[in-house]
């Protein structure tokens, strides 16, 4: 399991409505098109085909920044919400 931020900038309303709703189901939204996902290489896949029926090239764009455990310790967040956490892991 690794934790994605997976953020994107979608130019047509329902088809960035579409893919929010789908991020929905995976993860967390930490802002607005931004998402904290921890995923299994399986839903990720998976996520990845079904992000790609809703993203229009040449239009969207999409990205996926995949954290280890290693790199999540690093990360400095101020405000809310905290960085969703991989399963056992601890965030202080």
């Given at each position: 399991m690794l934790?994605?931020?997976v953020t994107y900038?979608?130019?047509?309303?329902k088809r960035r409505k579409k893919v929010s709703d789908l991020l929905e189901g995976y993860g967390r939204r930490v802002q607005y098109s931004v998402f904290e996902c921890v995923l299994s290489?399986?839903?990720f896949k998976e996520?990845?085909?079904?992000?790609k029926a809703r993203y229009k090239a040449g239009e969207d764009s999409v990205?996926?920044?995949?954290l280890s455990s290693h790199t999540l310790g690093q990360v400095l967040v101020w405000g809310d919400p905290p960085v969703t956490?991989?399963?056992?892991s601890v965030i202080v």
């Open positions: 934790l994605y931020v900038d979608v130019s047509c309303d290489a399986a839903k996520l990845q085909k079904r992000l990205r996926f920044y995949p956490g991989m399963p056992g």
